[in-house]
T-cell receptor, first 110, second 116 residues
Framework: QKEVEQDPGPLSVPEGAIVSLNCTYS??????FMWYRQYSRKGPELLMY????GNKEDGRFTAQVDKSSKYISLFIRDSQPSDSATYLC??????????FGTGTRLQVFP | DTGVSQNPRHKITKRGQNVTFRCDPI?????LYWYRQTLGQGPEFLTY????????KSRLLSDRFSAERPKGSFSTLEIQRTEQGDSAMYLC??????????????FGPGTRLLVL
């Protein structure tokens, strides 16, 4: 079993929909949680960073961390075709290497 | 552009050849990471530096791989005697420590390696 599990998708939604992306993890020591967006053949781009449990909002993006359930989520409101990309969750137990999920491919169609 | 840069962006080589990649981090970042990403997978940690010191190496990093960061600035990743299984995207990231709140890693565009 991988330390971080993420549904690879693809997830296809119409423009304007609310998108929910999720990851589960097994290591209870993880306390730093990130979401990255990766366009095809590009490097990952940091979207959201959360320390410990709770919610964080940035524009159309909301990140949630539930450490008791070992479950993190990223919500995208009013999704746009430009949001079509692979979304990677990543986490760390201290201030060094990140453990990534496999990524969920999202397609937003007009 | 003050982001992380990587060169070359693409490399095609024949099995058995040596290749070297370069990463230039964001200037004020003292940590530099190397990851490898294969198709349909998330990046996997290879190694990282704090300033010029290499602090950790993954067991994925066989003895054919070597990384350096002279003077704590740019870093190079060399693969000797390449194998077809080395074909992947090699990603570099640099990071800024946020005190007790961890760090944020910023990735470069990657070097895509194809071993024939």
């Amino acid at each position: 079993q991988k330390e971080v599990e993420q549904d690879p998708g693809p997830l296809s939604v119409p423009e304007g929909a609310i998108v929910s992306l999720n990851c589960t993890y097994s290591n209870s020591a993880f306390q730093y949680f990130m979401w990255y967006r990766q366009y095809s053949r590009k490097g990952p781009e940091l979207l959201m960073y959360t320390y410990s449990s709770g919610n964080k909002e940035d524009g159309r993006f909301t990140a949630q961390v539930d450490k008791s359930s070992k479950y993190i989520s990223l919500f995208i409101r009013d999704s746009q075709p430009s949001d079509s990309a692979t979304y990677l969750c990543a986490m760390s137990d201290n201030t060094d290497k990140l453990i990534f999920g496999t990524g969920t491919r999202l397609q937003v169609f007009p | 552009d003050t982001g992380v840069s990587q060169n070359p962006r693409h490399k095609i080589t024949k099995r058995g050849q040596n290749v070297t990649f370069r990463c230039d981090p964001i200037s004020e970042h003292n940590r530099l990471y190397w990851y490898r990403q294969t198709l349909g997978q998330g990046p996997e940690f290879l190694t990282y530096f704090q300033n010029e010191a290499q602090l950790e190496k993954s067991r994925l990093l066989s003895d054919r791989f070597s990384a350096e960061r002279p003077k704590g600035s740019f870093s190079t990743l060399e693969i000797q005697r390449t194998e077809q299984g080395d074909s992947a995207m090699y990603l570099c990231a640099s990071s800024q420590i946020l005190g007790p709140f961890g760090e944020t890693q910023y990735f470069g565009p990657g070097t895509r390696l194809l071993v024939l």
